[in-house]
């Protein structure tokens, strides 16, 4: 199995804030690495494929960059939002396994 | 745009077989282009991928090692739904199970049902 280990497990930001969340792979993956947001009692929503592919309607805002086994997310002036929590996914190998999640809340 | 309008109980006895359907609205089940996947969310175990299926001239499915000798996914093509099996749940199974559509069957989850809490206690 492909472990993903997502850091901070939390933080708290202030809105045009810039933060940084980070997503090691425990083996290398390439690019095969997706970002959710995920809103309370919501579904994940995805954010950002391939490392750094913006899915259509995300802002631009958020960057996504990495490869290998270091990813990370960020976003830049934080908007109210963004607030939720991001899960990084690696499709590198079956089982697919997601990140333990990253909740943003704001100060 | 894709809908997908999840079905099936919120309460499974230990030992029974939870069931859910997935019905799909603007894409196939039998797709060229499209897989369909199970996924759950627990707060012990986070977000994990359960299974997939996907319909390149004929069926293939895959499915995590942790479920993988007692889970099941169909698909019915006449009512265009797919739909998952887990024998045996434990109260290890509670979570909010999800369906979503995998991209292409590469690994993509980009859309997604509204996801449904299981509870496994007798």
């Known amino acids: 199995d492909i472990q993903m280990t997502q850091s901070p497990s939390s933080l708290s930001a202030s809105e045009t804030d810039r933060v940084t969340i980070t997503c090691q792979a425990s083996?290398?993956?390439?690019?095969?690495l997706n970002w959710y947001q995920q809103k309370p009692g919501k579904a994940p929503k995805l954010l950002i494929s391939d490392a750094s592919t913006l899915e259509s309607g995300v802002p631009s805002r958020f960057n996504g960059s990495g490869s290998g086994t270091r990813f990370s997310l960020t976003i830049n002036s934080l908007q109210p939002e963004d607030f939720g929590t991001y899960f990084c996914q690696q499709f590198h190998g079956l089982p697919y396994s997601f990140g333990q999640g990253t909740t943003l809340d704001f100060k | 745009q894709v809908l997908l309008q999840q079905s099936g109980p919120g309460l499974v006895k230990p030992s029974q077989t939870l069931s859910l359907t997935c019905a799909i609205s603007g894409d196939s089940v039998s797709s060229q282009t499209s897989g369909w996947v199970w996924i759950r969310q627990s707060p012990s175990r986070g977000l994990e991928w359960l299974g997939r299926a996907y319909f390149r001239a004929y069926w293939f499915k895959d499915f995590a090692y942790f479920v993988d000798s007692r889970m099941t996914i169909n698909a019915d093509t006449s009512k265009n739904v797919f739909s998952m099996e887990l024998k045996s749940v434990t109260p290890e199974d509670t979570a909010v199970y999800f369906c979503a559509r995998d991209v292409s069957a590469a690994g993509y989850f980009d859309f997604w049902g509204q996801g449904t809490r299981v509870t496994v206690s007798s």
């Open positions: 083996q290398a993956i390439g690019i095969y």
